[in-house]
């Protein structure tokens, strides 16, 4: 429950103007509460036990609370007539606490004391509003307000392990939960309670296997092979066998509107055929780190593509060899990736690893 919290001293300025003038410091002796352990602005964990006492000598006691801080509507609390009371805060969660003290057949009413175990942020789940996806693709939910101690998210209503951080990037189907601790309350445990619920659909995201000649999907129905991510013509079954060296990916689909993507898999065949004019150029060094560079017969014009893993584009150049061109390398993830040189018309590839 999401509430306003109130400065206390505005609700005790309040008090004092409002209430019964009668009630507060007409006997002239001193009638503070004093808590243990004292808590900034009343707030302490609802599985504290708080204490609350006057000091000075009083002939008859009464405890009393209630929820808004006025002066009236008092509720007594029972067996309450000494000059200590011990409250569990769970008992109460918010509320406001008095004492009536009388001496010498004077009476005077103290003035409130809060104790709130409410106070902390509400937990709540920051979400995309769509609910459907594809296979293969995620969303991200995260904790919308403040910052907590520990967290912990469920699907279902069961703890995802390791899924201990602010946000999560949900992959399958469920409704999903946070469970958080606040820091000055390390062992409550706040809920979003009811979460979001996402639906995943589609095929399953395929998975290429390689026994030496052919190349298998482990997902369908229906199928589309590439090659350093151009689709292969006529490349539409359960199993391909590659005609040449580079990066393989199939897309699945099944009628659900949903296509996914395999990871790619690096086939380099023995014995392919790379152009004559091959050997002439030299990508150095390999494995790369901050610049690549590229020897090239003298005044060749050439095109260099470098692909990811995915078959994307990272890297396009069109260069003129006077000097040894160089490629900066130095923002590219740790990975294998294919370089192409295209020359005279004829395409060779090249395998480049930048290391972790």
């Not at 204490?51 to 000598?57: D, I, R």
């Not at 490349?235 to 509107?257: C, F, I, K, L, R």
Request: glycine content about 8%; proline content about 9%; charged content about 15%.
């Amino acid at each position: 429950m999401l509430k306003t919290i109130i400065p206390l001293s505005f609700i005790l300025a309040f008090i004092v103007i409002t209430g019964p003038a009668a009630l507060y410091a007409q006997c002239g002796f001193e009638s503070n509460i004093n808590l243990a352990p004292h808590a900034d602005n009343g707030v302490y964990c609802s599985y504290d036990t708080v204490k609350m006492s006057v000091v000075e000598p009083f002939d008859s006691f009464q405890w009393y609370y209630n929820f808004n801080g006025s002066a009236t509507g008092l509720m007594p609390i029972g067996g309450a007539n000494g000059p200590t009371l011990e409250i569990a805060v769970s008992d109460y969660g918010y509320a406001f606490f008095f004492v009536e003290l009388t001496r010498d057949n004077c009476t005077e009413l103290s003035e409130p004391v809060v104790i709130d175990s409410w106070v902390f942020a509400p937990v709540a789940v920051q979400h995309s509003p769509q609910s459907e996806y594809c296979r293969g693709d995620s969303t991200l939910v995260t904790n919308a307000f403040g910052s907590y101690a520990s967290y912990q998210w469920l699907r279902d209503y069961e703890p995802i392990e390791g899924a201990t951080g602010p946000e999560y990037w949900v992959k399958e189907s469920g409704t999903y939960v946070l469970n958080a601790s606040p820091f000055e309350c390390p062992e409550i445990t706040l809920t979003s309670g009811v979460g979001p619920s996402f639906t995943f659909t589609g095929p399953q995201v395929p998975v290429i296997t390689w026994d030496g000649n052919l190349l298998t999907a482990s997902s369908g129905p229906n199928y589309q092979w590439a090659l350093d991510g151009n689709p292969i013509n006529g490349a539409n079954g359960p199993s391909y066998t590659p005609q040449e060296s580079g990066m393989y990916t199939v897309t699945v689909s099944d009628g659900s509107g949903c296509r996914p993507t395999s990871a790619p898999i690096n086939i380099m065949l023995s014995g392919s055929r790379q152009p004559d004019w091959a050997r002439q150029f030299n990508l150095f060094p390999n494995p790369v780190g901050d610049i690549l560079h590229i020897q090239a017969p003298q005044g060749a014009t050439f095109e260099f593509r470098l692909l990811d893993a995915r078959g994307r584009e990272v890297i396009h150049r069109r260069l003129l060899q006077p000097d040894t061109p160089s490629i900066p390398t130095g923002q590219l993830s740790p990975g294998v990736y294919l370089c192409q040189v295209t020359y005279q018309g004829e395409t060779a590839h090249y395998r480049l690893v930048k290391p972790y």
